[in-house]
């Protein structure tokens, strides 16, 4: 049993193979990234503000077209899959966008009811309903549940969006700076948030974040991007301590 | 001037292509019924006042301009048949065309701009929900039947606007008046007029989705794409007609 559990942690569960992207033909922005997460694990991905980090994650849920270089998830590479078979997949995947992506005609209630509904037809209201209160509560929002996303703070339409990633109950997920705009006491409940939904369904995820703490709290290991490839990767611990000049200025 | 033909081509192409996804995916499940209608409610409600209102002043400023000619040529008989010829088979249809190219398909290309800007769209696609069925292929079919109903609404309003022309000059019966009318028209006069506007109603909605689908990233393309829309809308509405007038041309000798 305990031998079985070991092998789930460790079989990577996301597979990045010398990835290239270039806008143009004079912004070469990702330059062969390598890198293997495992499954159930939480990676940090830390890097300067346009190095590129957005996109790595974007080409994984095929949003962007990678230029060159393998992309497996789930043991797929995605770069080959059609539309149809890529949608299986992005159902087990979910995505938290820098900027929440809330659908502004919608209602708090409808942007979580907009994905559950259509992915889960078999749910009745009623428990459409008590699903959509339950991860509100989880981002402790439930009071704004009929609010338009028009009528919410930065940091509230943030959990919003969160909760809008997590009521799918996705396998991955990736966060894009997940408490940036945030007070350090809500920051510091979304870290938690994070790291509780890794233990109870035993999640991956890939967590691009500039805020340290948060960094501290959820992650196992971090990996630093620099001029388009992976310049370090290590644990808190081992990167807090590092010699490198550049790296060390991230945790001042 | 090489880099504007290079543009145009590239637009061009670039526009079939939509059109043609437009049609690939449009008989595959899942449809979108409920928004379908939903867009149908919200689009042709919008337009519906400014329709109306310039229907019944096309109805009104034709009759008593037409009038002076009819009554020197002793053909003021024919004075309503002539005003209802011109509003179903012209005046009405442009018209009210032209009015949905400026209020839809402005509205549509802006709110899928601001869409595509702000990542919605890209959030719907990752939560496995196809965008292009679920916002543009609603949108055009609700604009291709909208906009012929409102042409109808239009040509109603206006017949109802000329009788009120009729009656500043002259005390006309309604019942004589519209059967008048209905001895003028014949069904080859309505039939072109009517399939052009479908059409007219599919441009405006397709130009105004492919704007917006297709805008950049940064605030300033919403406003782009919800600009080049009308424009685009109008003119092509325009040549549409001119083809269709022509058409009938020949089919009709
Ligand atoms: N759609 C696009 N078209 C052209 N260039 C783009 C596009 N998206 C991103 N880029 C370029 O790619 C680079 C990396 O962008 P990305 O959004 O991944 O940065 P990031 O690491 O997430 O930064 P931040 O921390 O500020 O979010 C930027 O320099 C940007 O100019
Ligand atoms: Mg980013």
Not at chain 1, 32 to 38: A, E, M, N, R
Not at chain 1, 40 to 57: D, T
Not at chain 1, 163 to 191: C, Q, V
Not at chain 2, 108 to 131: C, F, H, R, W, Y
Request: charged share 20%; with cysteine; hydrophobic share 45%.
């Amino acid at each position: 049993m305990l031998q079985q559990d070991h092998e789930i942690l460790t079989k990577p569960i996301i597979e990045i193979k010398k990835l290239h992207k270039s806008f143009g033909s004079n912004n070469h922005v990702l330059k062969g990234i390598t890198l293997q997460v495992k499954a159930g694990e939480n990676l940090i991905m830390l890097g300067k503000s346009g190095s590129g980090k957005s996109i790595i994650i974007k080409c994984l849920v095929g949003l962007l077209a990678a230029d060159k270089g393998s992309l497996k998830v789930f043991d797929t590479d995605i770069t080959k899959l059609d539309c149809t078979q890529l949608n299986i997949l992005r159902l087990r995947m979910g995505f938290l966008f820098q900027n929440s992506a809330l659908y502004d005609s919608m209602t708090v209630r409808q942007n979580l009811e907009f994905p559950l509904k259509r992915h889960s037809a078999e749910l009745t209201d009623a428990e459409v309903e008590k699903e959509v209160e339950e991860v509100l509560k989880s981002v402790g929002l439930i009071e704004a549940i009929d609010k338009m996303p028009s009528e919410l703070s930065g940091g509230m339409r943030k959990r919003v969006g969160l909760a809008r990633t997590l009521i799918l109950k996705p396998e991955i997920i990736f966060y894009d700076e997940p408490t940036t705009g945030l007070d350090p006491i809500t920051s510091r409940e979304i870290s938690k948030l994070i790291l509780s939904i890794q233990k109870k369904n035993n999640t991956t995820s890939m967590i691009i974040t500039h805020d340290m703490a948060c960094a501290k709290l959820t992650g196992d290991r971090i990996v630093i991007l620099r001029d388009g490839v992976i310049y370090l990767e290590g644990t808190y611990r081992e990167l807090e301590n590092s010699k490198d000049e550049w790296v060390h200025s991230f945790f001042e | 001037m090489t880099s504007y033909l290079k543009d145009v081509f590239t637009n061009t192409g670039n526009v079939s292509l939509f059109t043609a996804s437009f049609f690939k995916s449009v008989l595959k499940q899942p449809f979108e019924l409920k928004e379908f209608a939903n867009q149908c409610y919200l689009l042709g409600y919008k337009a519906l006042p400014l329709v109306g209102i310039t229907g019944f002043i096309m109805g009104l400023v034709l009759t008593l301009q037409s009038r002076p000619t009819m009554v020197k040529f002793g053909a003021e008989a024919w004075l309503p048949g002539m005003v209802a010829l011109s509003l179903i088979k012209e005046v009405a249809p442009i018209i009210t065309a032209l009015i949905c190219a400026g209020k839809i398909s402005s509205g549509i290309g802006a709110e899928l701009g601001s869409m595509k800007v702000t990542e919605q769209i890209d959030a719907m696609e990752v939560s496995a929900i196809n965008p292009f069925k679920y916002l543009v292929e609603t949108r055009v079919l609700a604009t291709t039947l909208m906009v012929p109903l409102l042409v109808v609404f239009a040509d109603c309003i206006g017949i109802l606007g000329g009788y009120i022309g009729m009656n500043i000059h002259s005390d006309v019966n309604l019942f004589r008046y519209l059967s008048q009318i209905l001895e003028s028209l014949t069904f080859l006069d309505i039939m072109p007029a009517t399939i052009k506007t479908f059409f007219f109603g599919f441009l405006i909605g397709l130009i105004g989705c492919y704007k917006g689908f297709t805008a950049s990233n940064g605030t300033a393309s919403v406003g782009k794409a919800a600009n080049s829309a009308v424009v685009a809308a109008s003119l092509s509405i325009f040549i549409v007609d001119m083809m269709a007038v022509q058409l009938t041309d020949i089919l009709y000798k």
